[in-house]
Structures are given as C-alpha cells and as structure tokens.
C-alpha cells in the first residue's frame, strides 16, 4: 500500500478520472469507425490503494490505477499498461487487480525506460492505430526530461505531475552553491544545461564591502512559479497543446506540484483546462 498524500491526492485522481471519462466518451464515436485501439498508459502505477492520514484518522482510497480500470460506460480502454519499480508495490498491484478481465500488463520497471519505448512503439508502423492517455504521476523527480521527447509528436494525452516545489526548488540552494548531484539532477530532469538553469533562477549582482567589491549570487523570488512556467514551456516544445496547471498546496499553503495535460489536440486540452479550472477554484 502506498503511504503519502493530502487532499490533493484525491483531486488529482478525481480530475483524472473525469478526464478519462470524457476521453472514453469521445473515442467511443471514433474508435471502431477509425480501428483505433485504446491504450491506457501509467508510469508510476503504485500498489492499487493508498493510504492518507495518520494512525488516529486514517484513510484508504482506491488508487488511480484502480479507478480507471473500473470504467466501464461508455467503453473501457483496450489495454492498460501499468509500470511501477518498486517490486513489492508491483506485485500488490498485480494481485488486486487480478480478478479482471480485462487487457492488463503490470510491469515491474523503470517508468523512462517504458516510456521511450511507448514513443518507438508509437512511431512504429504497428503502433500507429493506437490512442493513449498516459498518466504520469510521480512522487520525486524521477521522470526524465529525455524520456518525454520520445513522445513528441505521438498521438498521447498525457497528465503529468510536475514536483516544482517539492523538488525543483528545494534543490536550488539559496546562495546558488548547488552540489554537483543536485545540479545534475536538475538537468536531467528539466532537460536544460546548468548554464542556463543557473541564469534562469539566479541573478548577480556586485556589492561594495568592506575588502571592495564582492559578486553576490541571489535567487529569483517565485523560483517555483518560475519552475512550473519554465517546464510548461519546455512541454510546449514536445505537445501543441498543454493546459494551465492544476496547483497542489500543502496545509501551510505552500506550492507543492504543478498538475499539467498534454496533447496535440486542441480539444482535448480545452476539455482538460474545463476540469482544471473548477478544481482550482
Ligand atoms: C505517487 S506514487 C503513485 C501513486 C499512484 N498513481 C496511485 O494513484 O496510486 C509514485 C509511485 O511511483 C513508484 N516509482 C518511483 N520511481 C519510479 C520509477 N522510476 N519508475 C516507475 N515507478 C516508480 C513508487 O514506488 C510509487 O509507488
């Protein structure tokens, strides 16, 4: 089972589960017409449920992965492909759901690795048919900027989950004096060299002390705000479309992830942006 989450938890799997549900119900008229073939793609599927709150006031919700292969009406997806790399939340995932009988494949894996072979899959004369809402939910950075190239120009919807604050901005240190890991794990992640990560999130500037003048390195106010319109604009390179951003705050109120949609399709992010913006409010 896993274990985290605030209230954001279920408004991210609500939003989702509302999005499927109009995806559903516009493929359902085109799908057969077209032999288009549904697939629905999770790259951090999790263990099936999970667990929020403390010892006194717990609660158990069904997990994302759950609530989508409930649906039924107006159609199901064809497939679903489920990644998680933690093998014992693979295999609790795998034993719940194993009364479907629906097309499902739980694979224990890194989530960068499936993707990039969905983007070859899907570029490949046999993926060609195929539709996929992707769903892209992890707790770190551990998605790869790389990996979300390989689905440039493909024909996904992708909700992925965007950890500004909690991530990006905890590792641009204060006085700009960022360790070689972290720096390393900013590029990785926002695909962007350290140069021009540094001129986006700092500014400097030459002070006079008592020894002359001294340069001094200062971060950008707002660097999370920054981070989530740096990142949309980056997925504004890969997708036609992206959606404003659902915002997830922590009981003090702080920013802690940026929920986004992708798609080449105009309609789809408009009907993306509807959800979002009533979740907002
Ligand atoms: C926020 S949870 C996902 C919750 C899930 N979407 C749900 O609704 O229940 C993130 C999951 O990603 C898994 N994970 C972490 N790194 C991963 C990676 N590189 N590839 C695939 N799964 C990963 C974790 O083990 C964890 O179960």
Redesign the pocket.
């Known amino acids: 089972m ?1 274990e ?2 605030g209230n954001w ?1 279920d408004a ?2 609500e939003i ?1 589960v509302e999005y499927a549900k109009a995806y559903l119900t516009i493929m359902n008229k085109y799908a057969d017409r077209f032999g288009w073939n549904l697939l629905y793609f ?9 667990t929020k709150g403390n010892d006194e006031n717990k609660k158990v919700i ?6 989508i292969l409930e649906i039924d009406e107006p159609r199901s997806f064809d497939e679903y492909y489920f ?4 093998t014992h ?2 295999q609790e ?1 795998k034993s719940s759901i194993s009364s479907t009988n629906k097309k499902v494949y739980v694979v224990n ?6 993707i990039h072979s969905m983007g070859q899959f899907l570029k490949s004369s046999k993926g060609k048919n195929r539709k996929v809402l992707a ?1 892209i ?4 950075m ?2 790869n900027w790389n990996s979300l190239t390989s689905l440039k120009e493909s024909n996904v919807d992708a909700w992925i ?1 965007v950890p500004t604050g909690m991530g990006v901005n905890r590792l641009l240190k204060k006085d700009g004096k960022i360790s070689e890991a972290w720096i390393e794990k900013l590029e990785t992640f926002l695909g962007m060299s350290r140069t021009d990560i540094l001129s986006n999130f700092y500014n400097q500037s030459e002070v006079i002390t008592l020894f002359g003048e001294e340069k001094v390195t200062t971060k950008t106010e707002k660097a999370v705000e920054k981070s989530a319109e740096i990142y949309k604009n980056r997925l504004n390179e890969l997708f036609k479309h992206v959606t404003e951003p659902y915002i997830l705050k922590n009981s003090s109120n702080s920013i802690m992830f940026h929920f986004f949609m992708v798609s080449n399709n105009r309609n789809a992010v408009k009907i993306a942006n509807q959800i979002i913006n009533k979740y907002n409010n």
């Open positions: 896993n985290f989450g938890t991210k799997i989702l999770d790259g951090f599927a999790g263990s099936g449920s999970i069904l997990g994302a992965a759950k609530r990644v998680e790399k933690d939340n693979a995932l894996e890194d989530c960068n690795a499936k769903y939910d992890p707790c770190g551990q998605l989950l």
